[in-house]
């Protein structure tokens, strides 16, 4: 197959572009700077110049390829209080994708988050339109996106979402467990809130990009499925390996003093959401071969020298 990636050379999407070229695919990368064009080149990928914004760029690239694969997003722009924004280029971007595609029975894979999927309780692939306005639900401005990605079956494009853990761990991450890092840095104490019995989903990144590839070949229209390969791990299990590593005391920061603590990271500390991947292991045979999170973090590369976050 001749596929076209969008955040090819982001976190998720430079396991992705090995995963796909050892199994004999072509990849087609997006590529807004000179450095990850240089990068998907090295990896043995085409590349297409441009941004999300580039929407007859992108309609042409999807047009030409056998399947796409949507891992990009406008972090930078949501990150600076462009949240809405980041929001609806996303959705111009799938539907432009969509658009494309529709009539050929072709693949597109979109990237979504479990954070948000179930509050309260364990979330399955069979909870397609969670509720939007529950008060607090820090994925509520993404399920529109995963709502418009599924809908696209009914116009024969072979559509699914990969919701991905909130923790995509391994080497080199720079995600919410490099900060927690920092966090216990800067503060001398490894901190977890309450009594540290939320649950976070997490998956290892060379996972996760297996479990993208196998969507792309395979996935049937409409599918929902999850990267998650631990269900879902206590925030105090996590602040406990730190606090071992960094010698430091590990402690509890109360609900009150948690902004102070950890920043805006603190409302997603707070959210207890597990996520089950049963159906999803089942329907396309995905098994998890790396560590989980505990043991990714006990191996020590996330210590090795101060994150930046």
């Given at each position: 197959m001749r596929v076209f990636v969008t955040g090819a050379s982001g976190w998720?999407?430079?396991?992705?572009?090995?995963?796909?070229?050892?199994?004999?695919?072509?990849?087609?990368?997006?590529?807004?700077?000179?450095?990850?064009?240089a990068a998907l080149t090295a990896a043995g990928a085409e590349v297409q110049r441009g941004t999300l914004d580039d929407l007859d760029s992108l309609r042409g690239a999807a047009a030409a390829s056998d399947g796409v694969i949507h891992l990009a997003f406008k972090h930078d722009v949501a990150f600076s209080g462009g949240f809405e924004e980041a929001i609806e280029a996303d959705r111009l971007v799938v539907e432009t994708f969509g658009d494309a595609l529709a009539g050929s029975g072709r693949p597109l894979v979109v990237a979504a988050g479990t954070l948000g999927l179930?509050?309260?309780?364990?979330?399955?692939?069979e909870d397609r339109v969670p509720d939007v306005q529950?008060?607090?639900?820090?994925?509520?401005?993404?399920?529109?996106?995963?709502?418009?990605?599924?809908?696209?079956?009914?116009?024969?494009?072979?559509?699914?979402?990969?919701?991905?853990?909130?923790?995509?761990?391994?080497?080199?991450?720079?995600?919410?467990?490099?900060?927690?890092?920092?966090?216990?840095?800067?503060?001398?104490?490894?901190?977890?809130?309450?009594?540290?019995?939320?649950?976070?989903?997490?998956?290892?990144?060379?996972?996760?990009?297996?479990?993208i590839r196998l969507a792309v070949e395979k996935a049937p229209a409409g599918s929902a499925l999850h990267a998650t390969a631990d269900d879902g791990v206590q925030i105090r299990a996590v602040a406990e390996v730190i606090g071992r590593h960094l010698d430091l005391p590990v402690v509890s920061v109360s609900p009150e003093e948690s902004?102070?603590?950890?920043?805006?990271?603190?409302?997603?500390?707070?959210?207890?959401?597990?996520?089950?991947?049963?159906?999803?292991?089942?329907?396309?045979?995905?098994?998890?071969?790396?560590?989980?999170?505990?043991?990714?973090?006990?191996?020590?590369?996330?210590?090795?020298?101060?994150?930046?976050?």
């Open positions: 998720i999407g430079s396991a992705v572009v090995p995963e796909l070229i050892g199994a004999s695919h072509q990849v087609v990368g997006l590529a807004r700077s000179d450095a990850s064009a179930a509050p309260g309780r364990v979330g399955t692939e529950t008060p607090g639900n820090p994925g509520a401005g993404r399920h529109a996106i995963t709502q418009l990605t599924l809908s696209l079956a009914s116009r024969d494009v072979r559509s699914s979402i990969v919701r991905f853990a909130p923790t995509v761990h391994g080497e080199g991450d720079r995600g919410f467990i490099a900060m927690l890092v920092d966090i216990a840095r800067t503060r001398g104490v490894s901190g977890y809130i309450g009594d540290g019995s939320h649950r976070w989903p997490a998956v290892h990144r060379f996972d996760a990009a297996h479990l902004a102070e603590h950890f920043g805006w990271l603190a409302g997603t500390l707070a959210f207890d959401g597990p996520v089950s991947s049963v159906l999803t292991r089942e329907l396309l045979g995905w098994q998890p071969t790396h560590p989980g999170l505990i043991d990714d973090l006990d191996k020590g590369h996330y210590f090795r020298t101060p994150t930046t976050g």
